[in-house]
């Protein structure tokens, strides 16, 4: 049993404002795995004036930038000594597969070095060059801290979503109160151990687990100068709301129904392989997951019994067996709409190649759902159109490479996708095509280096390298 009693505010452990610890359930099994402290109002009144006084003293955000990149650099060596742990502590709380959960470990060190690479060559002061060279006058051009962050993340990927923008915001020199999931209280509260011990001065970071009310109370709070949130694009619609009305800079990562063309020339053993991974990733609870597969009808069947005999290899259970490729969803309500959309199918008339709303025999006790794909699926169905953030695949056909495109790009959406083909060029060229904000080819894993968000409803602006770090900052013009 895993206890946090305490919040993390402003860089100490303090007695939260209401004494009631939350039960964390195993998706696995329902049972309390541990309890935790969650924060209301007051904490964040709390946090934030920690907040908003250490950013005035000006303690962080006036250290010099090498100063800080060696505390990041620092945490991040910290969180690669306790990998194994963290990996642990999510799959016990998510639910997420051991393989996934171990697998991400090495992925979070090159997104911190993408961030630190960036930080050591920012142009955080410049002076310009004239365009009148007979001019007096000069600008330097500051990129500056924006103040206080409220960073909100989901459930589903806590270290990865978390790291996203607190490495980013204070290398910057910001303050930072970050709001998780009630879910992730455990992970979280160990990602609040590490950074306790990397020398962050007093009200620089706090770590926060609260409800959807408290966060909402967060975001509106006048303390706050930028909004960084990653979750539902029906959230992201509220906090742009709020933020449009306060003026508040925001950056948004959204939802997700990413299209995954498999062109006819593609080797479909190595397409289905990495759509393993492509598609399935994190029990599917995820918004990159590429689950609109679209296919020629020249090889639609194919491809179909392809990913049939896919999922029904994958085994499904508890999350820390290390055979399993699909743990359980998060929470029953989560696998109640997974179920519920699969059943939506169903009723659209799709056809049911494999699995079903049926919860996997002996599995009856957790949060389980049996991995599904639809064939026959047109894309105006709801299950081509809405995120159902699950192991639930639809196979789409299309006529040739334009209607491909033209049906990946019909969607709300525009988060991520993927091309397969033999011919490298060719499929670049129709990534060129895609209305959205990051395309893999054959597979490819998504660079940090490059920026990361999405184009429509999912998202504005972007996470990652120096674009993402970029953000985080205000610029300042004085001319001499």
Not at 86 to 99: D, F, Q, V, Y
Not at 333 to 351: K, P, S
Not at 398 to 423: F, K
Request: net charge negative.
């Amino acid at each position: 049993m895993i206890i946090y009693d305490r919040l993390f505010v402003g860089g100490s452990w303090v007695r939260p404002d209401g004494p009631e610890l939350l039960d964390i359930a195993s998706p696995h099994d329902r049972s309390v795995i541990g309890r935790a402290a969650q924060a209301r109002p007051a904490d964040i009144d709390r946090a934030l004036a920690a907040a908003r006084t250490s950013f005035e003293k000006g303690d962080w955000r006036l250290t010099p930038p090498a100063r800080r990149i060696a505390v990041l650099r620092r945490f991040n060596a910290l969180r690669e000594e306790n990998a194994e742990k963290i990996a642990h502590l999510i799959s016990l709380e998510n639910g997420s597969a051991g393989w996934f959960t171990r697998a991400g470990q090495p992925g979070l060190t090159r997104q911190a070095n993408a961030y630190l690479r960036a930080a050591e060559e920012f142009a955080w002061e410049e002076t310009l060059v004239p365009s009148d060279p007979s001019s007096p006058v000069r600008s330097v051009v500051r990129r500056e801290a924006v103040g206080v962050v409220a960073a909100v993340i989901p459930w589903n990927s806590p270290f990865s979503s978390a790291t996203a923008k607190i490495i980013p915001a204070l290398l910057a020199g910001n303050s930072v109160v970050l709001k998780v999931s009630p879910e992730n209280s455990l992970s979280m509260g160990f990602l609040a151990e590490l950074l306790e011990r990397v020398g962050l001065p007093e009200g620089v970071i706090s770590v926060l687990p609260a409800d959807r009310e408290t966060s909402e109370y967060l975001i509106s709070h006048r303390e706050v100068d930028k909004i960084a949130f990653t979750g539902s694009t029906r959230a992201g619609r509220r906090i742009a709301a709020i933020a449009g009305e306060q003026l508040k800079r925001v950056s948004l990562e959204l939802g997700g129904k990413s299209a995954a063309i498999i062109l006819p020339d593609a080797d479909l053993d190595t397409a289905v392989a990495g759509l393993r991974f492509g598609s399935l990733l994190n029990n599917g609870e995820s918004c990159i997951a590429q689950t609109r597969v679209l296919a020629p009808r020249s090889r639609y069947e194919e491809v179909v019994t392809a990913l049939k005999e896919l999922v029904e290899s994958l085994k499904v259970g508890d999350p820390s067996d290390p055979d399993t490729f699909i743990g359980p969803m998060i929470r029953p309500d989560q696998q109640e709409r997974v179920r519920d959309y699969i059943r939506l199918g169903i009723e659209e008339g799709a056809r049911l190649v494999t699995g079903g709303p049926q919860i996997p025999e002996g599995l009856e006790k957790g949060n389980y759902v049996t991995p599904t794909v639809f064939a026959d699926v047109d894309n105006s169905l709801r299950i081509a159109q809405e995120e159902i953030f699950g192991p639930v695949l639809v196979v789409i056909a299309y006529d040739d490479e334009d209607d491909a495109v033209r049906i990946a790009n019909d969607s709300e959406y525009g988060l991520s996708g993927g091309v397969w083909s033999a011919d490298e060029d060719h499929a670049l060229a129709v990534a060129r095509r895609l209305r959205t904000g990051t395309v893999t080819v054959n597979g490819a894993s998504i660079a940090f280096d490059g920026p990361f968000g999405g184009f429509k409803a999912s998202g504005i602006g972007r996470e990652y390298g120096a674009v993402g770090l970029g953000t985080y900052t205000e610029y300042k013009t004085i001319t001499v």
